[in-house]
């Protein structure tokens, strides 16, 4: 039962655009969701995070949207960069825990083209 | 400040053996959880620890094993392997105050190839 979903595995946009990643999940008493970006061989490295007490969050050139009454969220990416091509997963903190789990979705490969 | 460091990063065993994998997390942070990337399974929580004590466990068997140190340093075991093992196993560490919403951070991983 995949809780959190990232029906796109992959996306190919032009360097200057904008880069939209998106995943949607399935439990509506999840209350905390990141972004991280992962590179082969490397860890995941966190990106940008956001609360569900908030419908928008930004850093820099990320910006992540939260559509609770979709049970959707999406990271944009502005302007796209070759150095942001990596795979990048979203994630979910189960509801109401202080305990280090993370559930996350498939993933999807963004390819920056130049 | 050093990252969530793991070694070693590349295992090779053959069926049946044990492995020992080991993690040192973020200076100040307590918590430390693992994690198997396998290419059919994705990202998948094994468990966590916090102040010594497994506070978490995700469906794995009892195969899969770990602990903690007074340091917050925590090394997870694997019995008797199985070819299905091979995946890379991560690790990541939060201050965990408690509140849901501490950022985890990762390590590089180990790459397990089991023959």
């Known amino acids: 039962d995949q809780q959190v979903k990232q029906n796109s595995p992959s996306l190919s946009v032009q360097e200057g655009r904008i880069s939209i990643l998106n995943c949607d999940y399935t439990n509506s008493m999840f209350d905390y969701f990141l972004w991280y970006k992962k590179y082969p061989a490397e860890g995941p490295t966190f990106l940008i995070s956001?609360?569900?007490?908030?419908d928008k969050n930004e850093d820099g050139r990320f910006t992540v949207f939260l559509n609770k009454s979709a049970k959707h969220l999406s990271l944009h990416i502005v302007p796209s960069q070759p150095g942001d091509s990596a795979v990048y997963f979203c994630?979910?903190?189960?509801?109401?825990?202080?305990?280090?789990?993370?559930?996350f979705g498939q993933g999807t490969t963004l390819q920056v083209k130049p | 400040k050093a990252g969530v460091t793991q070694t070693p990063r590349y295992l090779i065993k053959t069926r049946g053996q044990q492995v020992t994998l080991s993690c040192s997390p973020i200076s100040g942070h307590r918590s430390v959880s693992w994690y198997q990337q396998t290419p059919g399974q994705g990202l998948q929580f094994l468990f966590e620890y916090f102040s010594e004590t497994q506070r978490n466990k995700g469906n794995f068997p009892g195969r899969f094993s770990g602990r903690q140190f007074s340091n917050s340093r925590s090394e997870m075991n694997v019995s008797t392997l199985e070819l299905g093992d091979s995946a890379l196993y991560l690790c990541?560490?939060?201050?965990?105050?408690?509140?849901?919403?501490?950022?985890?951070?990762f390590g590089p991983g180990t790459r397990l190839t089991v023959l």
């Open positions: 956001i609360s569900s007490i908030k």
């Open positions: 990541a560490s939060s201050t965990s105050r408690g509140l849901g919403t501490d950022t985890q951070y």
């Open positions: 994630a979910a903190t189960p509801p109401s825990s202080n305990t280090g789990k993370l559930i």
